[in-house]
């Protein structure tokens, strides 16, 4: 039997290098409502035109991503302060009840993205009527 040791100072170093190359540079901020028929998301997404923003939906979870540009400077330029999200953004959120993917709609108005999922017909309420015998 061979014993292989692994310094757990290595191992952090090399645990955080992956998750640093795999983690999202920016965190978009979200609101979410549930009514009786599903969920509104909305998020902050300025600068942002509809095809540089990508949801989807698997079951109960909901996956925004997307990517804020860097803005260019031109030559001789120097950036005195930058405080403009860059860099890319994914946020996975669980909801409580399973959703209609199919049915889902979204847009983007001045900046703002307005997500609305329907619950599926599974997760919603049924009203059963009791017979007498």
């Known amino acids: ?36 028929e599903g969920f509104t998301l909305i998020a902050l997404v300025p600068g942002l035109a509809p095809d540089q923003v990508s949801i989807e939906v698997l079951e109960e979870t909901i996956t925004l991503r997307g990517e804020f540009q860097a803005p260019e400077t031109g030559e001789g330029v120097r950036v005195l302060l930058s405080e403009r999200p860059t860099g890319r953004f994914s946020r996975t959120l669980r909801l409580p009840a399973s959703l209609d993917a199919a049915r889902a709609e979204a847009d983007v108005k001045q900046g703002v993205l307005t997500v609305r999922v329907p619950k599926a017909e599974s997760a919603k309420a049924k009203q059963i009527k009791v017979k007498a015998k």
Do not use: F, G, K, N
């Open 1 to 36: 039997m061979s014993l292989y040791y692994v310094s757990p100072h290595r191992l952090a170093r090399r645990i955080a290098a992956l998750s640093e190359s795999q983690r999202p540079d920016v965190h978009i901020p979200v609101d979410v409502t549930a009514d009786e």
